[in-house]
């Protein structure tokens, strides 16, 4: 059979656009492999994704994860068949933020550090339904994780406040009807966390006073836009104090072990925050630092310990020079080595009040200025939510020449 030319060119044609699909067909595969070489679990909410945790089928799943970069948000998808708990819990070296959300997207709880170490553990009573449990990475690393959800039946556990961000337990301090209040309750088991609604009708000082059976417990206090205020880590009975405004606020107590705990929460109006140190130059009454002088003459080192006790919370420090020189101060927290240690400030004031120098950095602070003989104030302070104690280490003064 012979071969026209109009043939021959229409099967150059056709063996061309063969070629062309072809290498497109490669590259859309190669770039489909790129995708799913890093496919991760989903990192939005989507209420049409994949069911990942059905409780029709079992009652208890658990699945390996992974945060792949510091910010990473991973979704899972969670059916219910009718009222139980559900018993939530991460493992492994993260520290990840977990929360709750129901279909519609409203966040019903949230958790962080409830769990082993940086871990987090939720144990939340629902209905019937579609649920998505959202976890966020803390940690400034990639890492695995381990996510374990179960199903319990409602008779298995009791709680005695609720355990959602809209409690219907409410705590409300008057001052003008008393100065305080008193709750007690129980962390009734692993995973408890008991929310409270607190109304404050007038601003000041206030006073928190955490007291348990056993120990640690967590206390944390919330804006009523759930802004973090105030989080610590409580061994033993431990007084928190806050200048806060008139208005609505949440407190959530948790347990720490895989213990019930009873414990006793007391809330008082105060006329003045209980300092260990004066947070006034004009009327002084803290720690004093007296007879500095050079060291070329007599070596003078100083180490005196305090405390931020409380959010707003200034402590100023007496200064006095009995011969001039370089002033040098050296600050730093007590507690250096923790993840979470008090992030301190510096400024350094004349006899009037008036400002000479200032070490704004974070975490410690080191201050050195040319003084004269008389006397200084030190205020130390901290712009973060951290609390906690620290020591200036080095009170000095010297010649330069």
Same mark, same amino acid.
């Not at 209420?47 to 699945?63: C, E, G, R």
């Not at 962080?112 to 959202?134: L, P």
């Not at 009791?158 to 209040?181: E, F, K, Y």
């Not at 009995?322 to 040098?328: I, K, V």
């Given at each position: 059979?012979?071969?026209?030319?109009?043939?021959?060119?229409?099967?150059?044609?056709?063996?061309?656009?063969?070629?062309?699909?072809?290498?497109?067909?490669?590259?859309?595969?190669?770039?489909?492999?790129?995708?799913?070489?890093?496919?991760?679990?989903?990192?939005?909410?989507?209420?049409?994704?994949?069911?990942?945790? =059905?409780?029709?089928?079992?009652?208890?799943?658990?699945?390996?994860?992974?945060?792949?970069?510091?910010?990473?948000?991973?979704?899972?998808?969670?059916?219910?068949?009718?009222?139980?708990?559900? =018993?939530?819990?991460?493992?492994?070296?993260?520290?990840?933020?977990?929360?709750?959300?129901?279909?519609?997207?409203?966040?019903?709880?949230?958790?962080?550090?409830?769990?082993?170490?940086?871990? +987090?553990?939720?144990?939340?009573?629902?209905?019937?339904?579609?649920?998505?449990?959202?976890?966020?990475?803390?940690?400034?690393?990639?890492?695995?994780?381990?996510?374990?959800?179960?199903?319990?039946?409602?008779?298995?556990?009791?709680? =005695?406040?609720?355990?959602?961000?809209?409690?219907?337990?409410?705590?409300?301090?008057?001052?003008?009807?008393?100065?305080?209040?008193?709750?007690?309750?129980?962390?009734?088991?692993?995973?408890?966390?008991?929310?409270?609604?607190?109304?404050?009708?007038?601003?000041?000082?206030?006073?928190?006073?955490?007291?348990? +059976? +056993?120990?640690?417990?967590?206390?944390?206090?919330?804006?009523?836009?759930?802004?973090?205020?105030?989080?610590?880590?409580?061994?033993?009975?431990?007084?928190?104090?806050?200048?806060?405004?008139?208005?609505?606020?949440?407190?959530?107590?948790?347990?720490?072990?895989?213990?019930?705990?009873?414990?006793?929460?007391?809330?008082?109006?105060?006329?003045?925050?209980? =300092?260990?140190?004066?947070?006034?130059?004009?009327?002084?009454?803290?720690?004093?630092?007296?007879?500095?002088?050079?060291?070329?003459?007599?070596?003078?080192?100083?180490?005196?310990?305090?405390? !931020?006790?409380?959010?707003?919370?200034?402590? !100023? !420090?007496?200064?006095?020079?009995?011969?001039?020189?370089?002033?040098?101060?050296?600050?730093?927290?007590?507690?250096?080595?923790?993840?979470?240690?008090?992030?301190?400030?510096?400024?350094?004031?004349? +006899?009037?009040?008036?400002?000479?120098?200032?070490?704004?950095?974070?975490?410690?602070?080191?201050?050195?200025?040319?003084?004269?003989?008389?006397?200084?104030?030190?205020?130390?302070?901290?712009?973060?939510?951290?609390?906690?104690?620290?020591?200036?280490?080095?009170?000095?003064?010297?010649?330069?020449?």
């Amino acid at each position: 059979m012979r071969t026209t030319n109009t043939q021959k060119l229409e099967f150059g044609n056709s063996a061309m656009r063969v070629r062309t699909f072809t290498l497109l067909l490669i590259i859309f595969l190669l770039s489909c492999g790129a995708s799913f070489a890093t496919l991760d679990q989903p990192d939005y909410i989507a209420p049409k994704s994949k069911v990942d945790f =059905d409780f029709n089928l079992q009652a208890s799943f658990q699945v390996q994860g992974l945060f792949e970069v510091a910010d990473d948000i991973d979704v899972y998808r969670v059916v219910v068949p009718g009222n139980s708990y559900l =018993d939530i819990e991460t493992s492994g070296d993260v520290d990840p933020y977990l929360r709750l959300y129901t279909q519609n997207e409203t966040l019903l709880t949230f958790d962080k550090d409830n769990g082993a170490g940086a871990n +987090s553990h939720i144990v939340y009573e629902v209905t019937a339904g579609t649920y998505f449990i959202v976890l966020d990475n803390r940690s400034d690393l990639n890492s695995f994780y381990t996510l374990k959800v179960t199903q319990r039946a409602l008779d298995s556990l009791s709680d =005695d406040v609720a355990n959602n961000i809209n409690p219907s337990a409410v705590i409300t301090l008057n001052p003008q009807v008393a100065p305080g209040v008193v709750t007690n309750k129980t962390i009734n088991y692993y995973g408890d966390a008991d929310y409270f609604s607190f109304d404050l009708k007038q601003e000041g000082n206030i006073k928190f006073l955490l007291e348990g +059976s +056993s120990y640690p417990l967590k206390f944390t206090l919330y804006d009523q836009n759930y802004n973090l205020i105030q989080e610590a880590d409580a061994s033993a009975a431990k007084q928190y104090f806050n200048d806060l405004a008139a208005g609505k606020y949440i407190i959530v107590i948790q347990g720490e072990e895989q213990i019930s705990v009873n414990y006793s929460l007391s809330i008082a109006h105060i006329g003045g925050v209980i =300092d260990e140190n004066s947070d006034s130059i004009i009327n002084f009454a803290g720690k004093e630092i007296n007879n500095i002088k050079n060291p070329q003459k007599n070596t003078y080192k100083k180490s005196i310990k305090s405390s !931020i006790d409380y959010i707003g919370d200034v402590d !100023i !420090i007496k200064i006095t020079v009995d011969e001039p020189g370089e002033l040098f101060l050296m600050a730093r927290p007590s507690n250096k080595r923790v993840k979470s240690s008090l992030a301190i400030q510096g400024r350094l004031y004349n +006899s009037q009040g008036l400002e000479l120098e200032a070490d704004l950095a974070i975490l410690d602070f080191n201050i050195e200025r040319r003084v004269a003989t008389g006397t200084y104030y030190l205020a130390v302070f901290t712009n973060s939510k951290k609390l906690g104690k620290y020591r200036i280490t080095s009170v000095l003064v010297y010649d330069t020449d």
